[in-house]
C-alpha cells in the first residue's frame, strides 16, 4: 500500500514537472496577436502565455462590454436605465422643466433637466441592460476596459453637466410654476 502511494505520488509529481518544463521551453517564441473574430483564434495559443500589457494589448471583438459612456444631450432622462440595473449602480435625479428644453439627436422631446446622472463602475457587472432600455441609446458600452484606480470613489462618473447653482435654479423655476399653476386653480 505505501509502495502504490509513493508511485502515486512519484508520477503525479513527474506529470506537473514536465508539464512546467515544456511551458518552459514553449515560452522562447513570443504569441502572435491573433484578430479575435477569426475561427482559428483559439488553435493557435503557442509561445508566451501572457500578454505584455501595456505595450501589448489583446485585440477586443466589436460586441465586447466594458466601460460605460452617456451621451447626456441626447438623454431624455427617463430613468429606465436605473431600473434595469441589477446592481443599482446608476444614480440619477431628474428636475422637471416647465416646458420643452430641447430635442435629441434621434428627435426626441427633452421635458426633464439631468440634476445628477452618476454610475459607479465598481459595482457595475457590465451586463448592458442599461444600453438595451435606453429610448434614445445615449448610453452605451465602450471599448475601454483599463481604468483602473486606487480609490473606488474615482469609479463613480458623473456625467450631469449642471452646476449646484443651475440645479438650484430650475428647482425654484419648477417650484414657481407648480404655485402659479395652483394659484390658477383655486381662482
Given at each position: 500500500?505505501?509502495?502504490?502511494?509513493?508511485?502515486?505520488?512519484?508520477?503525479?509529481?513527474?506529470?506537473?514537472?514536465?508539464?512546467?518544463?515544456?511551458?518552459?521551453?514553449?515560452?522562447?517564441?513570443?504569441?502572435?496577436?491573433?484578430?479575435?473574430?477569426?475561427?482559428?483564434?483559439?488553435?493557435?495559443?503557442?509561445?508566451?502565455?501572457?500578454v505584455q500589457y501595456p505595450k501589448v494589448k489583446m485585440p477586443i471583438p466589436e460586441v465586447?462590454?466594458?466601460?460605460?459612456?452617456?451621451?447626456?444631450?441626447?438623454?431624455?432622462?427617463?430613468?429606465?436605465?436605473?431600473?434595469?440595473?441589477?446592481?443599482?449602480?446608476?444614480?440619477?435625479?431628474?428636475?422637471?422643466?416647465?416646458?420643452?428644453?430641447?430635442?435629441?439627436?434621434?428627435?426626441?422631446i427633452k421635458r426633464l433637466y439631468p440634476a445628477k446622472f452618476d454610475i459607479d463602475m465598481?459595482?457595475?457587472?457590465?451586463?448592458?441592460?442599461?444600453?438595451?432600455?435606453?429610448?434614445?441609446?445615449?448610453?452605451?458600452?465602450?471599448?475601454?476596459?483599463?481604468?483602473?484606480?486606487?480609490?473606488?470613489?474615482?469609479?463613480?462618473?458623473?456625467?450631469?453637466?449642471?452646476?449646484?447653482?443651475?440645479?438650484?435654479?430650475?428647482?425654484?423655476?419648477?417650484?414657481?410654476?407648480?404655485?402659479?399653476?395652483?394659484?390658477?386653480?383655486s381662482k
Amino acid at each position: 500500500m505505501i509502495f502504490k502511494t509513493a508511485f502515486h505520488a512519484l508520477t503525479t509529481a513527474f506529470k506537473g514537472l514536465s508539464l512546467t518544463v515544456k511551458h518552459l521551453f514553449g515560452a522562447r517564441k513570443a504569441r502572435q496577436e491573433l484578430d479575435i473574430t477569426k475561427d482559428n483564434y483559439f488553435d493557435k495559443q503557442d509561445g508566451i502565455a501572457t500578454v505584455q500589457y501595456p505595450k501589448v494589448k489583446m485585440p477586443i471583438p466589436e460586441v465586447a462590454r466594458y466601460q460605460l459612456e452617456v451621451e447626456i444631450d441626447d438623454c431624455i432622462v427617463c430613468d429606465l436605465c436605473a431600473k434595469a440595473c441589477p446592481v443599482d449602480c446608476i444614480a440619477i435625479e431628474a428636475i422637471k422643466s416647465p416646458e420643452a428644453i430641447g430635442k435629441t439627436s434621434d428627435g426626441s422631446i427633452k421635458r426633464l433637466y439631468p440634476a445628477k446622472f452618476d454610475i459607479d463602475m465598481a459595482k457595475c457587472m457590465y451586463c448592458g441592460l442599461c444600453t438595451v432600455v435606453c429610448p434614445t441609446e445615449c448610453i452605451v458600452m465602450t471599448n475601454q476596459y483599463d481604468r483602473s484606480s486606487t480609490k473606488l470613489t474615482d469609479l463613480i462618473y458623473g456625467f450631469s453637466d449642471m452646476t449646484d447653482d443651475q440645479v438650484a435654479q430650475r428647482k425654484s423655476e419648477w417650484t414657481k410654476f407648480q404655485a402659479e399653476k395652483e394659484a390658477a386653480k383655486s381662482k
